[in-house]
């Protein structure tokens, strides 16, 4: 299935080698033509990445809710703007179909382990909301207590009533 701890750390650091090696850079930073897009896209990623670190730094989710599919789709526009550049990198190497074929076998087992697992998640949360009135990660009475007080005012306010859409 998905990547455990270690073998995501090692992956991303291959992921990043790898970025780093294909960048559109020089040394005395020029760019490559048709590649300042993919630096503004991998800004825009990381910075995403780096927001969404800090604010749910301090949260508490269980493992499947932090690895959902809503999150892993900045990792996969890395992997998808890497290729690229490698694609641009390479495009005039006797290299180049080597890291074509080595990139899309890669790309097709680690999509199919990702879609198998977004799938378990996605299953996981229809699970739960459609067998526990409140959601918290440590389920105790005291917090699924707060939760109902939170949904039950709400719903005498006018705010929304999960109630109704059960």
């Known amino acids: 299935g ?16 790898l970025l780093v090696w294909a960048s559109p850079l020089s040394l005395k930073f020029k760019l490559k033509e048709n ?35 809503r999150y892993l789709i900045y990792s996969h526009l890395i992997v998808a703007v890497t290729f690229v550049l490698l694609v ?14 080595v990139s899309i076998l890669s790309l097709i087992v680690s999509y199919k382990a990702n879609y198998e697992y977004g799938e378990a998640c996605l299953n996981m949360t229809k699970n739960r909301l459609e067998h526990y009135p409140y959601y918290y990660s440590d389920h105790k009475e005291k917090a699924n207590a707060k939760a109902k007080g939170i949904s039950d005012a709400a719903c005498r306010e006018g705010i929304y009533c999960i109630q109704d859409e059960r």
Do not use: D, W
Not at 2 to 17: D, R, T, W
Not at 46 to 65: C, D, L, P, Q
Not at 88 to 101: C, H, N
């Open 2 to 17: 998905h990547f455990g701890f270690e073998q995501s750390l090692v992956a991303a650091l291959v992921l990043l080698a």
């Open 35 to 69: 590649t300042a897009v993919f630096l503004c896209i991998l800004g825009f990623l990381f910075g995403s990445i780096f927001t969404m670190a800090v604010f749910r730094s301090n949260s508490e989710m269980g493992e499947m809710a932090a690895y959902q599919s």
């Open 88 to 101: 641009i990198k390479t495009a005039e190497s006797k290299y180049y179909y080597g890291v074509l074929a």
